[in-house]
Each structure stands twice: as structure tokens, then as C-alpha cells.
């Protein structure tokens, strides 16, 4: 099915099924423990062994020679897979370094070798007795001294790294209000649930991975590229995934790894990335460096506007890219981004939750706090009165599919008491606590992407839907149940839905806030072309069926659905295939963060109060699961806030904190129970489903309200993140 043009009426407006809050359709597995994830496939691939992986003790440099002896002739070991003895490897496009390391060394704890043995203890305990000699190389790991050799990337995502409309120096030079300042934010780790896991198994030449992955059609692609075999000879099965964040989008070293060790032993093989080695081995945040300067009239109305980062990566990675939501989401005829990209031997800097807009915004948001402070204007007021239908740098001609950032602010500012908040910084008391409110506004591309699936009725009545669609604790089996319910106005109850397969129809996948929309798309597609076989048996115009309470209507005639699809059951598939809407139109999901702390004056400790925010996403399939994963975005973005950073030790090129003891993340005690309003919004721009992505949308901006509130209750404006107590307190006695 084509999308090319907007949507009109169609079965999803009925609404009986779809936009009503559900309880997640997988949540009896999960919480009785029968859900199978990948290191637990212990039906599929049983009498499995165990691998461990030893990672590089060096960041950049050689192997000059390994000693395998002791560990070979451990306890219970089968193999010790090396770059060696693994046979000749390619590597995937989506991978910036090999996933198994030798000679050359990348980065700190690649993986350089495998030991499997019989089990977790006896592969973990020989891996310790593998002896590597290296030669290092001098490495570049601190992104402050490096930044000035940044150099400006290729395009991304198809748009030019850096863009320039009318003339930003002299408008920023002619502008009565200048804001000029720096602002940093450090490497940040996934920090998911479910390690990066894999089971591996070989039957002949066919190979089967049990692996914790968003995307399973690349998967398959990179795995075959990466072990030079062909593409139909790999399949991958993700039916559940405990978070991913962006980190298990692309093969990773377990996937690999566990394949090789599976060849090399002739059995089953699960390896698991332990939590120690995730944050060197895998993906990461990168760091940036952000410099914003906004030229504005006395009533706050922008003029120009310029916004340049500085981030880094391996070489062939690349920028972190948080300049990108400053082409779009204020007004000002006088336009600048620019991004550099700097050469660092630390570990792959990829995607990361919100990747570009999550730290872009708490770099703009706050200077637009700032803005409005010189300006005395409201900082809602503020944000309103720099509002644009259509996009700044195109012009009126490329309209927004749909915008509603300013209801986004009223509503929210309204919901959350933001008439009540001081102007004034350090007004407000309450005992030991200076009390602060601040706010910021959301921002995040509506991305699209051709999405297939797969729906039956059974000869009971029963349909059951297939794609290979991950669900990485998102909901995606509850919103693909509800579309296909709605479609053929069954029960949800009466839908079954298998997903993370790649014997299933090719999907969105999930990951940049595209996967709900596009796949749910799909699932309208192939229910689309099921109705029409259905009315076609029933003798039944399709475009004048009704489907409703298991039956198929036309006036006063109706049959079931189950005595159509008959014994055998009735099938259909198809794709949604987006058209230029997406180009014609900006399209994008918004919102209002609000937040208020309080700040201990004596030692400084922050405590968020309360947390509200307003989003507007296009149609909300499943408000229960969408707010879900807006909380959860929200305390991401009050841990970068306030607390998440990796430590690099720029002598040695390696994250220190690497653990969840000191890597810290929110925990309960830290974030109080979140306020979310959800605007009503159709957009049919988008989608047949005319939704849009949400799961993004909630951690963009979240942080910058949490920073700006800190500034209202204490009058300190801090730049540098996390914003953590001896930033406080050395600004405070300063």
C-alpha cells in the first residue's frame, strides 16, 4: 500500500479498539517469567554452552602476541575463539570498528577473544587466564583539547551537517538582546535492563541467532555481511527485548561472537556482554561540546539564531547531532548549525535515546531560558512568541504537517501552576529547600519507513498477526493487537501476535521514534488487503463492508469471519510504503516540560519535586503505554540532568564508571510521580493510523526543565553537565 496522500476516513477513526489505554497483551510472560529472552532459550537451543568475552586492555594499538595455553586447558573448556582462528570476518556497515579486534586494536575492552566452556563459571574463570601482550599507540580521548581539529562530517541523514539562512552574524550583531554561551554534555551509557545477549546455533550451514535486537532485518543483513555467508542462510528471532535505547539496534559482539563460538565447539552457544564491559565494549552517547548564540528585539522575538556542536568518535563514526532541532523549532530569518567531528579513540559513539535532540535541547532550552531572563519575558511567553508554522529555513512553502507547541505550553503551564512561579530567582522557601520551577519546551522528528506484516483469520474466528517488529518494552504486541482488532472489529482478545522473527514480513523495526507508527501502518496495510478478500468471499463490495463483532455487514446481511476464512484459515500481506509527505511537510512530535526542585541550602542536594508535561503526538494509540514511555523518558532526562555521566581517563582512553555502581541513574527515591497530558492530535500527514512516534518525545527537553528550575530556586546558571552538588556549591561560595 502506497501513503502518498493524506488520510482521509478510515476504520482506525472508529476508535473502539484503537486509543483506548490497554494493558500490555504480553504483560502475563513477562511477569510470570515465561517470556523467552535470548540467553534464556534453553527449548530452542538446548545443551548450550557458555561463552565469555575478554576485551582489549588497551585503547589503541596491536596484539603482539596471545597465550591461550593456560585458558585452553581450564576447567571445562571447549574452545577459545580468537581473530586467529575465527576464520576471515568482514565487517558490517553499521559497525564503526570490527567486532572482534586483532591485530589492531580500536578501543578499550573490544572484544579480542572468546572462551566457551561448560559453563558460565568454568568460560568465565579461564578467560582470566588469557596472556596478551600489546604495543600501544598514542590515542586522542579528551574531546576539549581535540575539539579545535573537528572537522565537518559528511551529510546526515541526507540533510548537509551544517546549514546557513540570510545572514546570522550581521542579524546577531544587530540584535538589542545577545545570548552567548557554551554548554557541555559528557558520554552517556544505555544503562538497559537486559545486558546485550545472544544463543547461537548451527544447523549445517544455516545459522540461528536468539538475540536481543531492535532491528531484525538489518541484523540479518550485517550478520551474513560480517561471516560472508548468505543472507537467507541467517535467521534471527527477538521476541523480547528488556531495552535497548538505541544500543541494540545494530550487531554487537555477542551476536558475532556466540555465532563463532557455536561454529567452533558444534553446539549451541550463549554469550551475554557482562554489565562491566557494556560501556567500552558497545555504544555510547557521545560527549559534546555546544556553543549558542541567539540574537533577539527587546520582546524576545528572535532574529538569529546559531547553534554549533563539536562531538566525537572513531574514525568512520560519526557526530553527535544536536544542532538539528535548531533548524526547526524557532523562529528567525538569519540561520546558523554547524557541526564538527572529532577524531577520539574512546568507544563507538552511536544512538542513544532521542540521538541529537536529547542533548541539543539542554543546551538551546536553557539558553532560550536565558534569553528570556535578558528579555524579562515569561519563559512560556517567551517560547510562544518565537513559534513557527512552517519551517524556518524553507520558508511557507514546506508547512508543518500539523504543530501544536503552543497548546503543548498553555495547557501544560496551566495544568502544572506555572502562574504561581516567582520571576525572581531565590525568592521562594520552603525550611531548608530553595524551591524553583522551570520549564522547556520538547521537540522530535516524526520519522517514517516502509513496514510489512502478515494477518490471518483462523476457521474459529481468531486472527493472528506476523512482522518482524521488536518490542523492547515499548508495547509494540499491545498497539499492533489493537490495529489489527479494530481493522477486522474483533476483541483484542481474539488477536494473536508474533513478532521478532525474521521469517516475518520485513518491518520498521524499532528505534528513532518510528516504530509504533510505521509498524502499526503496516499492520493497517495487510488488514486492508484481508478485508477485501474477505468481502470478496462474502460477495461484498470491500469498500462498503463493515467489520464489526466477528462479522463482516453489508445493510442487514452479515456473515462471520470465521466461516469465511474456513478450515485452512485466510491470509494476506502487505507493506506500507511512505511517499514525499514526509518531505513536502515538516512533520514532528512536540511538547512542554515542566519541573519543579528544590535546592537544600546548605549542602546543595536537589530534589525534583514535581514533573508535568504536555506532548502532542499525532493520534496516541495506547495512552496507558504511551505514558508509560513518556515517565520513563522524563527520568532519563532527569538523570542526565543531574547525575548520568561516563568518566573518561583521557591518559588511558577508557570509561571508569563502568558499572551500575557508579554510573548512576535515577531510582524511585529520586523521581516523584509525573504529570503527562497528552494534546489531542490527528495528523494525516503521517499515517493511515495518523499517529506519530512518542517514545523519544518525553526525554527531549526534560533535562533543560530540570536545569532551569535549579536556576530559579538558587539564581546559579550552570552550563556544564550533569549538574551535580559540587557544581553547586563551588558556584555558590563563589
Known amino acids: 500500500m502506497k501513503f502518498d496522500q493524506p488520510a482521509g476516513i478510515n476504520p482506525i477513526d472508529r476508535g473502539r479498539v484503537v486509543g483506548i489505554p490497554h494493558d500490555r497483551i504480553d504483560g502475563a510472560a513477562k511477569v510470570t517469567g515465561t517470556a523467552p529472552y535470548a540467553y534464556e532459550r534453553h527449548d530452542a537451543a538446548p545443551n548450550a554452552a557458555y561463552g565469555w568475552i575478554v576485551g582489549a586492555g588497551i585503547a589503541k594499538g596491536r596484539i603482539a602476541a596471545m597465550d591461550m595455553r593456560a585458558a585452553e586447558a581450564a576447567p571445562g573448556v571447549l574452545a577459545v575463539v580468537t581473530h586467529a582462528n575465527a576464520g576471515k ?16 586494536i580500536d578501543h578499550y575492552e573490544q572484544a579480542v577473544a572468546l572462551v566457551v566452556a561448560d559453563t558460565l563459571e568454568n568460560a568465565r574463570d579461564a578467560a582470566k587466564l588469557v596472556r596478551i601482550d600489546y604495543g600501544t599507540d598514542g590515542g586522542k ?51 538497559m535492563m537486559e545486558p546485550h545477549a545472544t544463543t547461537a546455533a548451527w544447523n549445517g550451514d544455516r545459522l540461528t541467532l536468539w538475540t536481543s535486537n531492535q532491528m531484525i532485518d538489518w541484523g540479518v543483513g550485517e550478520v551474513a555481511k560480517t561471516l560472508g555467508i548468505p543472507k537467507d542462510k541467517v535467521r534471527l528471532v527477538s521476541p523480547y527485548i528488556g531495552g535497548g535505547f538505541g544500543s541494540k539496534l545494530f550487531l554487537r559482539a555477542d551476536a558475532l561472537l556466540a555465532a563463532l563460538g557455536a561454529r567452533k565447539v558444534g553446539r549451541p552457544v550463549k554469550v551475554a556482554i557482562a554489565r562491566h564491559q557494556i560501556p567500552n565494549n558497545t555504544t555510547h552517547r557521545p560527549a559534546t561540546i555546544q556553543r549558542i548564540r541567539i540574537g533577539a528585539d527587546k520582546d524576545g522575538v528572535i532574529d538569529a539564531i546559531g547553534h554549533e556542536v563539536w562531538s566525537g568518535d572513531l574514525p568512520g563514526g560519526g557526530p553527535e547531532t544536536a544542532a538539528m532541532q535548531t533548524r526547526l523549532l524557532y523562529r528567525g530569518p538569519n540561520r546558523m548549525t554547524a557541526h564538527r ?51 524556518p529555513e524553507a520558508g511557507p512553502q514546506r508547512p508543518y504537517s500539523s504543530r501544536k507547541l503552543v497548546e503543548c505550553l498553555r495547557a501544560g503551564a496551566d495544568r502544572f501552576g506555572w502562574s504561581k512561579r516567582n520571576p525572581k530567582p ?61 481493522m477486522l472489529g474483533v476483541p483484542l482478545e481474539a488477536v494473536t501476535v ?36 474477505l468481502a470478496e468471499k462474502a460477495g461484498y463490495p470491500a469498500d462498503q463492508a463493515l467489520f464489526e463483532d466477528g462479522l463482516i455487514k453489508l445493510g442487514n446481511q452479515s456473515q462471520t469471519l470465521a466461516a469465511l476464512a474456513g478450515r485452512d484459515g485466510l491470509w494476506a500481506e502487505d507493506s506500507i510504503e511512505f511517499g514525499d509527505l514526509d518531505t513536502r511537510y515538516v512533520q514532528a512530535t512536540f511538547g512542554a ?43 532519563m532526562g532527569a538523570g ?27 531510582v524511585h527515591a ?61 558556584a555558590q561560595a563563589a
Not at 144 to 157: D, H, L, Q
Not at 343 to 371: F, I, Q, S
Not at 640 to 666: K, Q
Request: charged share 20%; net charge negative.
Open 89 to 104: 570476518l568482514g565487517k558490517g556497515s553499521m559497525n564503526t570498528a570490527p567486532l572482534l579486534g586483532g591485530p589492531q
Open 141 to 191: 580521548f579528551d574531546l576539549k583539547a581535540e575539539s579545535i581539529r573537528g572537522v565537518m562530517p559528511p551529510a546526515i541523514f541526507g540533510s548537509p551537517a551544517d546549514s546557513q539562512v540570510g545572514d546570522f552574524d550581521g542579524g546577531f550583531a544587530a540584535a538589542a538582546v545577545q545570548i552567548d554561551q557554551h554548554y557541555t554534555t559528557p558520554d552517556h551509557s544505555h544503562a
Open 341 to 391: 567531528l572529532v577524531t577520539l579513540n574512546l568507544p563507538e559513539g552511536n544512538a542513544m535515546r532521542a540521538p541529537g535532540e536529547a542533548v541539543g535541547l539542554l543546551a538551546l532550552e536553557v539558553a532560550m531560558d536565558e534569553l528570556a531572563e535578558a528579555c524579562g519575558v515569561d519563559p512560556v511567553e517567551l517560547r510562544i512568541r518565537n513559534d513557527v508554522q512552517y519551517d
Open 426 to 486: 531565590g525568592q521562594v522557601r520552603d525550611g531548608r529547600w530553595r524551591v524553583g520551577m522551570g520549564v522547556a519546551a520538547a521537540f522530535r522528528n516524526n520519522l517514517v519507513g516502509k513496514s510489512g506484516a502478515r494477518i490471518g483469520v483462523d476457521g474459529a474466528g481468531k486472527v493472528i498477526v506476523e512482522t518482524d517488529m521488536t518490542d523492547i518494552g515499548t508495547g509494540s504486541y499491545t498497539i499492533i493487537g489493537q490495529t489489527a482488532a479494530e
Open 498 to 533: 508474533r513478532l521478532g522473527d525474521s521469517r516475518f514480513p520485513v518491518s520498521a523495526g524499532s528505534g528513532g521514534q518510528w516504530g509504533a507508527n510505521s509498524s502499526t501502518a503496516g499492520v493497517y496495510a495487510a488488514a486492508m488487503a484481508l478485508r477485501a478478500k
Open 593 to 635: 516540560h515542566f519541573c519543579e526542585v528544590g535546592v537544600d541550602i546548605d549542602t546543595a542536594e536537589v530534589r525534583i519535586r514535581r514533573m508535568g508535561g504536555a506532548f502532542a503526538a499525532g493520534r496516541i494509540l495506547n495512552p496507558k503505554s504511551a505514558r508509560s514511555q513518556v515517565i520513563g523518558a522524563m527520568t
Open 640 to 666: 542526565s540532568a543531574l547525575m548520568e555521566a561516563l568518566d573518561v581517563d583521557t591518559r588511558f582512553g577508557f570509561f571508569v564508571n563502568h558499572d551500575m555502581a557508579e554510573y548512576l541513574v535515577p
Open 670 to 730: 529520586d523521581i516523584p510521580p509525573q504529570d503527562v497530558l497528552f494534546i489531542e492530535e490527528l495528523d494525516d500527514k503521517s499515517s493511515p493510523m495518523k499517529a506519530k512516534g512518542v517514545g523519544e518525545l518525553g526525554i527531549c527537553g526534560a533535562g533543560a526543565a530540570v536545569a532551569n528550575a535549579i536556576y530559579n530556586a538558587t539564581g546559579i546558571r550552570l552550563r556544564d553537565y550533569p549538574l551535580t552538588i559540587d557544581k553547586l556549591l563551588k
